[in-house]
């Protein structure tokens, strides 16, 4: 089924940057899960983007109540397509839907109460970890410098898969 709407949740702004980049590339109607306003219709198919915690889609559940999810590409730090299966397990995701992991960034100064502070404990046990291990691969030094220094990772070349599925809902 070809999606014909993108919604998303995002709480420091890479998914949404994503869905805006997706929204430009299909030519689909881009809306914030959250947004007052016009909204797609009870059921209409969707390409759902949100942001990650600990493995958890935010927001995934109440798109798929909402609307038909044709899709779900879930936005963390990691690599792109990283932990799929953990994601893919934590948010009971059929194996029949399409599921992506996209790399966002991270920037402390946009996160507010708990997200914040379980991002700060976070970037220093494993921050520390990853500083002290020998002979790291390039995703954990790219994940160090992003604990360290902040950035975003958020760039057409990582939705190629998504597009390229959407492509193909087309046929």
Same mark, same amino acid.
């Given at each position: ?9 995002? #709480? ?6 994503? $869905? ?17 306003? $016009? ?31 044709? $899709? ?7 690599? $792109? ?9 934590? #948010? ?80």
């Amino acid at each position: 089924m070809r999606p014909e709407a993108i919604v998303y949740t995002s #709480n420091t702004g890479y998914t949404a940057r994503y $869905a805006q980049l997706l929204g430009q590339k299909t030519g689909l109607p881009v809306h914030g899960l959250s947004d007052k306003g $016009a909204q797609p219709g009870a059921g209409t198919p969707v390409l759902y983007l949100g942001w990650l915690m600990a493995g958890q889609i935010k927001g995934y559940q109440k798109a798929a109540r909402r609307y038909t999810v044709c $899709a779900v590409c879930g936005v963390g730090m990691g690599a $792109a397509n990283g932990q799929l299966e953990e994601v893919r397990k934590a #948010n009971s995701l059929p194996p029949e839907l399409p599921a992506f992991t996209l790399q966002g960034g991270f920037d402390r100064t946009r996160l507010r109460g708990v997200y914040r502070l379980m991002m700060d404990i976070m970037a220093k046990t494993v921050g520390k970890s990853l500083a002290n291990k020998r002979d790291r691969t390039p995703e954990e030094d790219d994940m160090l410098e992003l604990m360290a220094h902040g950035g975003s990772r958020v760039s057409e070349e990582q939705l190629l898969p998504v597009l390229d599925w959407y492509q193909k809902t087309a046929v």
